[in-house]
C-alpha cells in the first residue's frame, strides 16, 4: 500500500461517483486511503449518492456547506494521513496506472514538489488534452497543470493549502504556483494517467469564456505572487513582444503571385494589376510567352494564415478576347497546410501557414493561344479577426494529431500482445516436438494421413 490518499470533493455529481471510486480503487499500486468532501450538494441523487457511499468499506465521507472546490480540498488533506496528495474531481477518472506512473517520480526526490501527467478528454468530446508540458517560467502566463496531480502534504501545510478566496476559477493554478516558489520543480510525463470528463456545460467553461473573469483571477494571483512574477518580468515583456510579432504576421501586406514550373524550377510572378473591394480580390497576371506550354499554376493568394475562396478564373488572350473558365474544367490539386471546406461560394481553404499556396490545373485548353493573361478572383478573410479561429483549428489539428499517434501506440501495443501470443505458441510447439512420446507417434500419425489422402 502506497502513502497516497486521494481526495475527491464532489458537488451535485454524484452520478459520476462511483466511477471516480472504482478508479481509484483499481490503482495497481493501492492508495492508502479515499476521502470524499460533499460540497453541499443540492440534487437529490447526488445527496442519496452520498449515503451510499457513506457505507463503503475503506472510504471516508466529509460533509460542509457549499463553499467550492478549495476549501473541500483543503478539509479532505486536513484528514489525510498519507504523505501524498491527489485531488480528483468527482467527475473525472484516474488510469489505473496513474500511482504506479507518477509516485515514483516523486517518492524519494525531496526537490520534486508536483508530479502530473496527460489526460485523456472524454464526455462530450474525446482525444488526447492538448495541455503543454509544463516551463517555468512559461507556466506564469500559461497554466499547463492539471488539478488532478501529486504533491505533498508537508509542502500543502507549508504554504497554507489552496486559498479558498479562489471561487471563480484557477484554485489549483494558484496553489501549484504557490508550491513552485518554495523551490520545488516539477515532474511531467507524457502519457495519459487520468480521464477528464468534458460537459457541456461547466464551471471551467464559463469561467475560461469569461474574459473578465480570466483577468480578475490573474490579477489575485499576481499579488499573491508579486515576487515570482517580478523576478521573472521579461516574460511579460517576451509575451507582449510575441503578441505584436503574430499581430504584425497577420496583417501582412497582400501581394499575390502566380507560379509555373520552368526547368524543374518554380518561377513566381506579381500581380499585373490588382483591385480589391471588401473581401474580394481580383488579381490579373500578365502571362510569359515560356508560360504558354504549361497548364498546371501554383497561386499563392497571401501571406500568412487566411480564408481563400475562389469566385472565379477568367483567361485573355493577346487579341483581348476574356473568357470565363468553367469551373468543372479546374482541377486542385493540392495546397500548403490548412483545411478545406465547403462553401455557398465554392470550395474554401483556411491556410494555417505563412507561406499559403494552392496548385491547380485546366483539364482543357483554357482558350485560344497565345494566352495574354490570367484573371483570377477571390474572396480573402485575414488579419485579427481571424485570429481566434486559426488558434481553434490549430488546437483541432493538434488533438487530432495526438488522437492518431494513440492510436498507433494502441496498433503497437496490439500487435507486440499477437507476437508474444506466436511466440510462446512456437515454444511450446518446439517443447512438444522434443517430447519423446511426439517422435514415436509422429510417423504413425504421418501414415493415417497419407491412407485417407490415398482413400
Known amino acids: 500500500m502506497s502513502e497516497v490518499s486521494v481526495i475527491i470533493p464532489c458537488f451535485n455529481h454524484g452520478e459520476f461517483l462511483q466511477e471516480a471510486i472504482d478508479s481509484v480503487r483499481s490503482q495497481t499500486v493501492p ?34 456547506e457549499n463553499a467550492g472546490p478549495s476549501v473541500a480540498r483543503n478539509r479532505g488533506i486536513e484528514c489525510a494521513t498519507g504523505e501524498f496528495i491527489v485531488s480528483l474531481d468527482a467527475d473525472d477518472r484516474l488510469k ?21 501527467g496527460q489526460a485523456y478528454t472524454f464526455g462530450e468530446e474525446a482525444g488526447l488534452s492538448s495541455l503543454p508540458p509544463y516551463r517555468f517560467p512559461d507556466v506564469l502566463l500559461d497554466p499547463c497543470i492539471y488539478s488532478t496531480a501529486i504533491f505533498r502534504r508537508a509542502d500543502w501545510v507549508t504554504v497554507g493549502g489552496y486559498r479558498e ?14 508550491i513552485i516558489e ?28 469569461s474574459r473578465d473573469r480570466v483577468l480578475d483571477t490573474f490579477e489575485k494571483i499576481f499579488r499573491h505572487h508579486r ?27 497582400l501581394e499575390p503571385q502566380l507560379g509555373f514550373l520552368r526547368a524543374g524550377e518554380l518561377d513566381l510572378l506579381s500581380a499585373d494589376s490588382l483591385v480589391c473591394e471588401a473581401d474580394k480580390v481580383t ?30 478564373v477568367s483567361v485573355e488572350s493577346s487579341t483581348g478576347v476574356l473568357r470565363t473558365v468553367d469551373s468543372q474544367s479546374i482541377s486542385w490539386l493540392d495546397h500548403s497546410f490548412g483545411t478545406e471546406e465547403k462553401t455557398d461560394d465554392g470550395v474554401s481553404l483556411f491556410f494555417i501557414g505563412w507561406d499559403a499556396h494552392l496548385r491547380f490545373r485546366f483539364q482543357d485548353s483554357p482558350g485560344p493561344k497565345p494566352l495574354d493573361r490570367l484573371h483570377i478572383s477571390y474572396r480573402v478573410q485575414r488579419g ?45 510447439r518446439r517443447h512438444a516436438q522434443r517430447n519423446w512420446g511426439y517422435r514415436l507417434t509422429r510417423p504413425i500419425s504421418r501414415w493415417l494421413e497419407g491412407r485417407k489422402k490415398r482413400k
Request: proline content about 5%; aromatic content about 12%.
Open 96 to 116: 489505473p496506472v496513474f500511482v504506479e506512473k507518477l509516485l515514483p517520480l516523486i517518492a524519494g526526490n525531496p526537490g520534486v514538489g508536483i508530479v502530473y
Open 283 to 312: 488579381a490579373v497576371f500578365a502571362l510569359p510567352d515560356s508560360a504558354q506550354e504549361y497548364s498546371e499554376f501554383r497561386l499563392d493568394p497571401f501571406h500568412g494564415p487566411g480564408r481563400f475562396t475562389l469566385l472565379g
Open 165 to 178: 478566496e479562489m471561487k471563480s476559477g484557477w484554485e489549483d493554478f494558484e496553489f501549484w504556483l504557490s
Open 227 to 253: 515576487e515570482l512574477y517580478s523576478d521573472n518580468i521579461r516574460l511579460l515583456f517576451e509575451a507582449h513582444w510575441e503578441r505584436l510579432e503574430w499581430r504584425r504576421r497577420f496583417c501582412e501586406p
Open 384 to 428: 485579427a479577426g481571424i485570429v481566434p479561429e486559426f488558434f481553434s483549428r490549430l488546437g483541432e489539428m493538434e488533438r487530432e494529431f495526438n488522437a492518431q499517434v494513440e492510436r498507433l501506440r494502441g496498433a503497437d501495443l496490439e500487435l507486440l500482445h499477437v507476437k508474444n501470443e506466436l511466440h510462446r505458441e512456437m515454444a511450446a
Open 31 to 64: 492508495v492508502r486511503e479515499i476521502i470524499v468532501v460533499d460540497d453541499g450538494s443540492t440534487d437529490d441523487a447526488t445527496r442519496s449518492e452520498i449515503r451510499r457511499v457513506r457505507a463503503l468499506e475503506g472510504v471516508q465521507v466529509l460533509e460542509q
Open 182 to 209: 518554495l523551490g520545488r520543480s516539477v515532474e511531467y510525463l507524457p502519457e495519459p494517467v487520468f480521464d477528464y470528463r468534458k460537459h457541456a456545460v461547466s464551471r471551467d467553461g464559463d469561467f475560461s469564456g
